[in-house]
C-alpha cells in the first residue's frame, strides 16, 4: 500500500532537516577549527556524544511513530507545527549569522572574548537553544507524532539542563 502524501511530505520535511544538520556540522567544524588555532579551548566534550546521538536519532523517532502508529496528519495542527519549525529555523540561522565565526555545535571559547549582546542575543540569552526546543517540538507533531514529541522534549530539556550551565560558566 503507497504511502499517502502526507507522510511522504512528512519525509521530505525530516530529510530536509538532516540535510540542514549536516551543514551544521560543516560549518560547525570549519568555525572550531579555526577557534582552536585562535587559542580556543574545548569544554564539556562529556556531554556533546549523547547530544549529538539525541539530534540524529529524534527525527527518525518521529518518523518511526508516524510510520508504525499511523499516525493521521492532524489538520491544523500540523500546520502550527510546521510554522513553528520554519520559525524556529530561522531564529536558529539568525544566531548561526549573528554569532559568525564563534558559532559551533561544540562549546569552544577563545579567551577574553565578550559574549556576544546583538542580533537575537540582545533579545535572548539563549536563542539558538530557544530554537531546538521549539523545533524539538514541533517537528514530530507536524504529522501527530506527539509521543515522540513529548520524550523527545524532555531529553532535550535533561540535555540543555547540562549544556546551558556549562556555557553560562565557561
Known sequence: MPL???????????????????VELVVSNRNVRRLL???????????????????????????????????????????????????????RWWSVATLGGAWSVRVVVVPDTPPVTNGPYRLLQHPNYLAVVLEVAAIPLVHGAWLTA?????????????RIPLEERV
Do not use: C
Open 150 to 162: 513529548v520524550i523527545a522534549t524532555l531529553l532535550n530539556i535533561w540535555l540543555l539542563a547540562v
Open 37 to 91: 588555532a585562535k587559542g580556543g579551548r574545548e569544554y564539556g566534550r562529556g556531554h556533546f556524544p549523547p547530544m549529538a546521538l539525541f539530534h540524529a536519532l529524534f527525527p527518525a523517532a518521529a518518523v518511526a511513530e508516524v510510520l508504525v502508529l499511523d499516525r493521521p496528519f492532524p489538520g491544523i495542527w500540523g500546520w502550527v507545527s510546521l510554522t513553528v519549525v520554519v520559525l524556529a529555523q530561522g531564529l
Open 4 to 22: 499517502a502524501i502526507s507522510v511522504q511530505l512528512y519525509l521530505v520535511l525530516i530529510l530536509a532537516l538532516y540535510g540542514e544538520r549536516l
